[in-house]
T-cell receptor, first 110, second 118 residues
Framework: GENVEQHPSTLSVQEGDSAVIKCTYS??????FPWYKQELGKRPQLIID?????GEKKDQRIAVTLNKTAKHFSLHITETQPEDSAVYFC?????????FGTGTRLQVFP | DARVTQTPRDKVTEMGQEVTMRCQPI?????VFWYRQTMMQGLELLAY????????DSGMPKDRFSAEMPDATLATLKIQPSEPRDSAVYFC????????????????FGPGTRLTVL
């Protein structure tokens, strides 16, 4: 079955710096890769996603890149702000379900 | 805007008691997922349904957990008997999927049920 690894588990950055979170997946049949943000005590919410026929997607300060050959995808947050502080989960869609990574706790210090 | 709802939001119970958690998916969504999350760890898939039929419940301890969809507007997750190690936040999520392995869409999460078993 599919396995998704996510790194790093924690990430601390200064406000205004960039943050990068990386995920790898094992099954080349996976075809959809969403990223979820979960604030403390809240539900996970989709922030950006990418499908397997696209290499990069951008939405304001966040972007996701996908390398199908290497089976890895990354989340990039530029000009980080304190409100970006949260846990971020990557996921890979495989046979009807999402397989989630273990999460990255991002802290943005003012 | 449409949201997944879950009840109760918080549940404290004693070991051995039965616990039932309920989820109302977004109207029109045909796929429902149950996840468990402990101490802000990863999201562990317990079971999921499509068009009310269970597709996979391999993530659930079968001896004490059961999941059902009595109708298209209600999904339930039951634990009987509950144990302290079941303490976690249980999330329900819904989405829509068509036929075939290439159909996929965003999963929308409910607010979760925080379960504490003493």
């Amino acid at each position: 079955g599919e396995n998704v690894e996510q790194h790093p588990s924690t990430l601390s950055v200064q406000e205004g710096d960039s943050a990068v979170i990386k995920c790898t997946y094992s099954d080349s049949a996976s075809n959809y890769f969403p990223w979820y943000k979960q604030e403390l005590g809240k539900r996970p919410q989709l922030i950006i996603d990418i499908r397997s026929n696209v290499g990069e997607k951008k939405d304001q300060r966040i972007a996701v890149t996908l390398n199908k050959t290497a089976k890895h995808f990354s989340l990039h947050i530029t000009e980080t702000q304190p409100e970006d502080s949260a846990v971020y989960f990557c996921a890979a869609h495989n046979t009807d379900k999402l397989i989630f990574g273990t999460g990255t706790r991002l802290q943005v210090f003012p | 805007d449409a949201r997944v709802t879950q009840t109760p939001r918080d549940k404290v119970t004693e070991m051995g008691q039965e616990v039932t958690m309920r989820c109302q998916p977004i109207l029109g969504h045909n796929t429902v997922f149950w996840y468990r999350q402990t101490m802000m760890q990863g999201l562990e898939l317990l079971a999921y349904f499509r068009n009310r039929a269970p597709l996979d419940d391999s993530g659930m301890p079968k001896d004490r957990f059961s999941a059902e969809m009595p109708d298209a507007t209600l999904a339930t997750l039951k634990i009987q008997p509950s144990e302290p190690r079941d303490s976690a936040v249980y999330f329900c999520a819904s989405g829509s999927a068509g036929r075939g392995h290439m159909s996929y869409n965003e999963q929308f999460f409910g607010p979760g049920t925080r379960l504490t078993v003493l």
